[in-house]
C-alpha cells in the first residue's frame, strides 16, 4: 500500500517567494495534520483537517500560511511570502479516526529559504 | 487541556544496555490513546505502538517493552539490550477520544544515541 506522499522532498527557494508543498494522504484516510518541525521547536501541529474541513489551524504561525484540501486525496500548504524562518522540515500525516489508528506520515519536506 | 512530558531530552547508552525512556501524559479525558513514533537520523515517523486507556497489560515486542500506569499517568518505553540501529528521536503521543478527537499531541521527544 502506498504511504503518505509528500512532494517535493526538498526545495531550496529565496525569502519573498511563495512555497507550496503538497500531500497526497492515504487513500480512505479521513484526518490530514500538517506539522513543522525545528531544532528549536520541536515537532508543531499546524492545522489539521477532517473530511477535508479544516479542523484547527490555530497552529498556524501567521497569515503567510495557508492551507487547503480541495479534495480527499490531496492537500496543500502554501507559504506567501516566505521567511528564513520558515525553513524547516515540513510532514504531512494522515490517520483513520474511527479506529483510533496512529498517524501516518509522509517523508517530509525539507524547506531551506535563503 | 492534554500535555505530554517527556523528561529525558536526550540519553546516551553504551550498546548492550537496557534504557528506559520517559514518557508522562496529561488528560481529563477518561478514554484516550497513547502512542510512541521513532524518528531515525533519516527522518521519517515511524509508528512503534498504541495503547488505549482501558488496557493497562504491559506489551512486549522483541527487544521493545512498554509499560502503561495509570495511576501515574505513565507510558514508559524500554529498549533492552540496545543496538545502534535504536538510535533515534522518539516521540510518546496522547490522542483523546471526546476532546480534540482525530489529533495528537506530541511530547518533545527523547534523543536516544546507543554508542558501539
Known amino acids: 500500500d502506498a504511504g503518505v506522499i509528500q512532494s517535493p522532498r526538498h526545495e531550496v527557494t529565496e525569502m519573498g517567494q511563495e512555497v507550496t508543498l503538497r500531500c497526497k494522504p492515504i487513500s480512505g484516510h479521513d484526518y490530514l495534520f500538517w506539522y513543522r518541525q525545528t531544532m528549536m521547536r520541536g515537532l508543531e501541529l499546524l492545522i489539521y483537517?477532517?473530511?477535508?474541513?479544516?479542523?484547527?489551524d490555530s497552529g498556524m504561525p501567521e497569515d503567510r500560511f495557508s492551507a487547503k484540501m480541495p479534495n480527499a486525496s490531496f492537500s496543500t500548504l502554501k507559504i506567501q511570502p516566505s521567511e528564513p524562518r520558515d525553513s524547516a522540515v515540513y510532514f504531512c500525516?494522515?490517520?483513520?479516526?474511527?479506529?483510533?489508528?496512529?498517524?501516518?506520515f509522509g517523508d517530509g519536506t525539507r524547506l531551506s529559504i535563503l | 487541556a492534554q500535555k505530554v512530558t517527556q523528561a529525558q531530552t536526550e540519553i546516551s547508552v553504551v550498546e548492550k544496555e537496557d534504557v528506559t525512556l520517559d514518557c508522562v501524559y496529561e488528560?481529563?479525558?477518561?478514554?484516550?490513546?497513547l502512542f510512541w513514533y521513532k524518528q531515525p537520523p533519516s527522518g521519517e515517523l515511524v509508528f512503534l505502538i498504541r495503547?488505549?486507556?482501558?488496557?493497562?497489560q504491559n506489551e512486549i515486542s522483541g527487544r521493545y517493552s512498554w509499560n502503561f500506569q495509570k495511576s501515574t499517568s505513565s507510558f514508559n518505553f524500554t529498549i533492552t539490550a540496545s543496538q545502534v540501529v535504536d538510535s533515534a528521536v522518539y516521540f510518546c503521543?496522547?490522542?483523546?477520544?471526546?476532546?480534540?478527537?482525530?489529533?495528537?499531541?506530541f511530547g518533545d521527544g527523547t534523543t536516544l544515541t546507543v554508542k558501539p
Open positions: 483537517f477532517n473530511n477535508n474541513v479544516p479542523i484547527d
Open positions: 500525516a494522515s490517520s483513520l479516526y474511527s479506529d483510533h489508528q496512529p498517524q501516518h
Open positions: 503521543a496522547l490522542s483523546e477520544v471526546r476532546t480534540n478527537a482525530g489529533k495528537s499531541t
Open positions: 488528560t481529563r479525558d477518561t478514554t484516550y490513546y
Open positions: 495503547r488505549n486507556s482501558f488496557d493497562e
